[in-house]
């Protein structure tokens, strides 16, 4: 899916009427296909971008177009079936604890499937190879009959990027899809989702914290700072002083290191009952 940005504010909806913009006149060109992260300091608007590319957040000024569409200019039923064709996965995804991991995974397929056989999915899923395949490419293939609440908040992370996989989109965004990993885990799902959006065709836009992961795994880069365009480069041309201006005020953030292991989920304590 081809993604064009055109001087676009956006402002979330629960923002202050005297708060600055998160997002403040960018202009911006994806190609069909290509891969791009995102990088900056918190609170550069890396997250609201995506929620614009999402349909999620409508442009306050400017104009989005998704492969010529501008979705807020189009009927409400064919902006559902354009919303069908992205995939957002948050950095915290959205799992139901009880529920078992197989049927987590699959929800990403509910906008191509229909109601009864959404609702079906739930109690008898179907396309169970499908889920196991996109969970093995995360390491995660042994977990596919587990509950959600049984996973560590790493692998939670992970079922997240494993639905994506199974999404039928044309364009995946992808939010800050490392912060429950470890260094070696990291590199495992950043791969797994460059290498599966490139056998399809799709197009990914990843926001990352992990600046060396970013430029070791994408070939184009965009920096944002206070809602704004830094550069837009190949990775091979951001060099140590960009970064430096980039994260000016926020060097903590471009040298802090990667967690070293996997958050654990979290777990209520046990209570301890005496009869008496």
Same mark, same amino acid.
């Given at each position: 899916?081809? #993604?064009?940005?055109?001087? %676009?504010?956006?402002?979330?909806?629960?923002?202050?009427?005297?708060?600055?913009?998160?997002?403040?006149?960018?202009?911006?060109? %994806?190609?069909?296909?290509?891969?791009?992260?995102?990088?900056?300091?918190?609170?550069?608007?890396?997250?609201?971008?995506?929620? %614009?590319?999402?349909?999620?957040?409508?442009?306050?000024?400017?104009?989005?177009?998704?492969?010529?569409?501008? &979705?807020?200019?189009?009927?409400?039923?064919?902006?559902?079936?354009?919303?069908?064709?992205?995939?957002?996965? &948050?950095?915290?995804?959205?799992?139901?604890?009880?529920?078992?991991?197989?049927?987590?995974?699959?929800?990403?397929?509910?906008?191509? #499937?229909?109601?009864?056989?959404?609702?079906?999915?739930?109690?008898? &899923?179907?396309? #169970?190879?499908?889920?196991?395949?996109?969970?093995?490419?995360?390491?995660?293939?042994?977990?596919?009959?587990?509950?959600?609440?049984?996973? $560590?908040?790493?692998?939670?992370?992970?079922?997240?990027?494993?639905?994506?996989?199974? !999404?039928?989109?044309?364009?995946?965004?992808?939010?800050?899809?490392?912060?429950?990993?470890?260094?070696?885990?990291?590199?495992?799902? %950043?791969?797994?989702? @460059?290498?599966?959006?490139?056998?399809?065709?799709?197009?990914?836009?990843? @926001?990352?914290?992990?600046?060396?992961?970013?430029?070791?795994?994408?070939?184009?880069?965009?920096?944002?700072?206070?809602?704004?365009?830094?550069?837009?480069?190949?990775? !091979?041309?951001?060099?140590?002083?960009?970064?430096?201006?980039?994260?000016?005020?926020?060097?903590?953030?471009?040298?802090?290191?990667?967690?070293?292991?996997?958050?654990?989920?979290?777990? $209520? &304590?046990?209570?301890?009952?005496?009869?008496?």
């Amino acid at each position: 899916m081809q #993604i064009r940005l055109e001087n %676009v504010a956006a402002r979330h909806p629960a923002a202050r009427r005297d708060a600055a913009a998160a997002l403040r006149g960018l202009s911006l060109q %994806v190609a069909a296909g290509e891969q791009i992260a995102v990088i900056g300091p918190s609170g550069a608007g890396k997250t609201t971008l995506l929620h %614009v590319l999402a349909c999620a957040l409508p442009p306050s000024s400017g104009s989005l177009q998704l492969s010529g569409r501008d &979705p807020w200019q189009l009927p409400r039923r064919q902006l559902q079936r354009l919303r069908g064709e992205l995939f957002l996965a &948050p950095q915290v995804p959205p799992l139901p604890p009880r529920q078992r991991v197989v049927t987590s995974v699959l929800a990403g397929r509910l906008p191509h #499937i229909g109601l009864w056989q959404s609702v079906r999915s739930l109690f008898y &899923p179907t396309a #169970i190879a499908q889920a196991d395949a996109a969970l093995a490419r995360f390491d995660l293939s042994d977990k596919l009959f587990d509950r959600v609440d049984r996973l $560590s908040g790493g692998e939670r992370q992970r079922v997240g990027l494993a639905r994506a996989l199974v !999404a039928d989109a044309s364009l995946l965004l992808v939010d800050e899809p490392l912060s429950a990993l470890d260094p070696t885990r990291g590199q495992q799902a %950043v791969a797994s989702l @460059t290498e599966a959006a490139r056998e399809r065709g799709a197009t990914l836009v990843c @926001t990352l914290h992990h600046v060396e992961m970013a430029l070791r795994n994408f070939p184009r880069i965009i920096g944002l700072r206070d809602g704004e365009l830094a550069f837009d480069l190949p990775a !091979a041309d951001v060099t140590p002083e960009r970064l430096q201006a980039l994260y000016a005020q926020h060097l903590h953030e471009l040298t802090g290191p990667a967690p070293s292991e996997e958050l654990p989920a979290a777990v $209520s &304590p046990h209570v301890v009952m005496h009869c008496r």
